[in-house]
């Protein structure tokens, strides 16, 4: 029914900069929050940063002043730029969205498959 593909992750210098994308198709009615969320090797899950359909943003302490959420809601994409990269920032990073498949209909939580991004020293 619906889908979210990741893309952009690779590997990185620290100090370096990569953008993530993350874009949601199939029957998509309309979407609230956006997110990404990291898993480094032996931790848990962690949110990186969501944003609202009207742009509203929130960040991980961590994250404040060297990552960027926005989205573009006409297609159904949300992306992070992230910069000053460090190896700690290496981790499988995922989106999700909430989304609604019909008007009137509730909202369900779809996530991505996930891309690796890793930050060499």
């Known amino acids: 029914q619906v889908q979210l593909v990741e893309s952009g992750g690779g590997l990185v210098q620290a100090g370096g900069s990569l953008r993530l994308s993350c874009a949601a198709s199939?029957?998509?009615?309309?979407?609230?929050?956006m997110g990404w969320y990291r898993q480094a090797p032996g931790k848990e899950r962690e949110l990186v940063a969501r944003?609202?359909?009207?742009?509203?943003?929130y960040y991980a302490d961590s994250m404040k002043g060297r990552f960027t959420i926005s989205r573009d809601n006409a297609k159904n994409t949300v992306y992070l730029q992230m910069s000053s990269l460090k190896p700690e920032d290496t981790a499988v990073y995922t989106c999700?969205?909430?989304?609604?498949?019909?008007?009137?209909?509730?909202?369900?939580?779809?996530w991505g498959q996930g891309t690796q991004v890793t930050v060499s020293s």
């Open positions: 199939g029957s998509i009615f309309n979407i609230n929050l």
């Open positions: 999700n969205a909430d989304v609604a498949l019909t008007a009137g209909s509730n909202y369900y939580l779809y």
């Open positions: 944003i609202s359909k009207t742009g509203g943003t």
